[in-house]
């Protein structure tokens, strides 16, 4: 069933059902009984026996239809499933969608969410996968976020077995680790090449039956096998990529081949620019020049292409993809989606029956609290770009590749340090360098005073992103060889920071300048608070990825600018594929 007519029965839908309120942007029910008179005549939607966690489409609406008097979608008997309460005003008027221009975030860039709909069969749509204690358990709001977003090949649902190999577990196809800065302001998507040659880490993946197999690593591999090969889960595909990037991933997602084709038919279809006719035998993609509108096979076919554009590599169609990506994120915070009940409906059931998630993200409500965290974005501020690499020089016939650590390693670094990518949200934040400049020269000032005897220090140490066993290691160091006697550790830190920093009151300085001047820290590792400490509190350390061992020089300063041959895009910029 075509994804624009899900929802409708009896040629009723239910988007018709709900208005814009213009003063509060929230959709409500419309104020006549037209909704009431017609509800009848609307049946209940069906869930498919044979797969209970994936309803098959059917003839019945795939939205159940919202009635006067009834508890809010989401909520039976007056109690949400969430925890929250039953709505006021009599139940005659019930909050049905809450939508601002972030909410659909990462439904735009990764194809795999909804916007603020709490219905409650949504859930029941998600596929849920056991991963253990995979990543950091799951993303918080007070810090960045890394969410990596999967594509897998899998020759999953209906009419995709035509295109090969169908009965392929599926591999890692298309990965992007999507980095969201810790303000929010900004994020970069970092597309990993499916042929990268790299080592697959030790696995321990969850069984049908409860328990625990430790799949064996691999290395000198290609990166795609982290995925499905063995019995692996997409958890192993996390570990993976934190080997390749040092990166540590919150959470996952993951989209098939119906991703692409739901979505992209639901919002109406997703604009393209060629700047060549194409015709590929291989994908079916058969176009003109100029530019078209595709859904369904058709953009299917053009994010699957190969032989289309540059030089027909697994580089040139992760461009395709980012365009693709970046014109569907457009497509969709455009004023025609935005206000259409009708599309969120459509959308919501594309995106939830195409998503695959970790525990952490297994329910619409933890969705929409992801996407949440989004709603600052501004499309400017949203940069894709692709791992760097270079043709592998152990094959003669060039198949595979490797990491150009030399472009690499700037660019990760820069994202581990939260550093936006994206030249306008550098501009924006241009006009505070002359402040920023002042305050260093105050901060330099700080280092020049009295410094503490080593026993009179009182410090607390924490690792927030240095080496495993960072702090221990430098408790041990700090009393043993520089006899601070009154340190602690206080292992992991609540929050990762993007450098090592020393926090204390004015009535520390003496001691973090002794502290300082152990540690080889500078002057912009020194965050001295405003009120005094009261006399046995201790200064506050953090070690950062910055940090090597304790007495070695602090590691290079992040870069703020990457190297020029490094590929990058803006998420606002229509580019024509070549």
Not at 346 to 374: N, P
Not at 435 to 455: F, I, P, V, Y
Not at 515 to 528: E, I, N, T
Request: hydrophobic share 35%; glycine share 10%; with cysteine.
């Amino acid at each position: 069933m075509d994804a624009q007519s899900r929802g409708r029965a009896d040629e009723i839908d239910p988007a018709d059902q709900w208005v814009l309120n213009s003063r509060t942007g929230h959709y409500e029910l419309r104020p006549d009984d037209s909704a009431a008179q017609r509800r009848s005549r609307v049946t209940a939607p069906r869930r498919s026996r044979t797969t209970p966690s994936r309803p098959e489409p059917t003839t019945s609406p795939s939205v159940p239809q919202p009635r006067r008097g009834d508890a809010p979608p989401g909520r039976r008997g007056g109690r949400s499933r969430n925890g929250g309460g039953g709505g006021g005003g009599g139940g005659r008027r019930k909050k049905a969608l809450m939508i601002t221009s972030g909410t659909l975030a990462l439904l735009l860039i990764g194809g795999v969410t909804a916007g603020y709909l709490y219905y409650e069969h949504l859930n029941g749509n998600i596929n849920v996968t056991d991963i253990g204690r995979t990543g950091t358990g799951g993303f918080k709001k007070d810090q960045a976020i890394n969410i990596l977003v999967i594509g897998t090949d899998k020759r999953s649902g209906a009419g995709n077995e035509g295109y090969g190999d169908k009965d392929s577990v599926g591999h890692a196809d298309t990965t992007i680790l999507f980095h969201i800065a810790k303000d929010r302001s900004n994020a970069t998507a970092l597309s990993i090449p499916r042929d990268l040659i790299t080592d697959i880490p030790n696995c321990p993946t969850k069984q049908p039956d409860g328990s625990t197999k430790e799949i064996r690593g691999t290395k000198g591999t290609r990166f795609n096998t982290s995925l499905g090969q063995e019995g692996r889960d997409a958890g192993c595909t996390m570990r993976t990529v934190k080997e390749v990037t040092g990166i540590e991933v919150d959470n996952f997602m993951m989209v098939d081949f119906n991703a692409v084709k739901t979505l992209s038919t639901a919002v109406g279809g997703v604009p393209v620019c060629l700047e060549k006719a194409v015709d590929d035998k291989d994908s079916k993609l058969k176009l003109d020049k100029g530019e078209h509108r595709l859904q369904g096979e058709d953009a299917l076919a053009f994010v699957r292409t190969r032989h289309a554009f540059g030089n027909e590599s697994d580089l040139d169609r992760i461009k395709t993809q980012q365009q693709f990506l970046g014109s569907m994120m457009r497509e969709m915070k455009s004023k025609e989606t935005l206000t259409s009940p009708k599309k969120f409906f459509s959308l919501a059931e594309a995106a939830t029956k195409s998503l695959t998630v970790d525990q952490g993200l297994g329910s619409i409500k933890k969705l929409t609290d992801l996407a949440g965290e989004l709603k600052d974005i501004d499309l400017k501020n949203i940069t894709f770009t692709t791992l760097p690499v270079l043709d592998n020089p152990a094959e003669k016939v060039k198949a595979t590749v490797v990491v150009n650590q030399a472009l690499a390693d700037p660019l990760l670094q820069m994202i581990r340090g939260d550093v936006s990518l994206t030249e306008v949200e550098k501009k924006e934040k241009a006009s505070k360098q002359a402040a920023d400049a002042e305050a260093k020269a105050k901060q330099d000032a700080l280092l020049q005073g009295n410094r503490s005897t080593a026993g009179d220090i009182r410090v607390d140490v924490y690792n927030g992103g240095g080496p495993k066993g960072a702090a221990s290691t430098t408790l041990a160091w700090l009393q043993n060889t520089k006899g601070v006697l009154k340190a602690s550790n206080k292992s992991n830190a609540p929050a990762k920071v993007g450098a090592t920093q020393l926090e204390y009151a004015p009535n520390q300085a003496d001691q973090a300048r002794a502290l300082a001047d152990m540690l080889g820290l500078p002057a912009s590792a020194l965050r001295m608070g405003t009120a005094d400490a009261a006399a046995k509190t201790p200064m506050r350390l953090t070690l950062g990825p910055d940090f090597d061992k304790p007495g070695a020089p602090l590691g290079a300063a992040v870069p703020q600018q990457l190297p020029e041959d490094v590929q990058q895009a803006q998420a606002d910029k229509a580019v024509c594929a070549k």
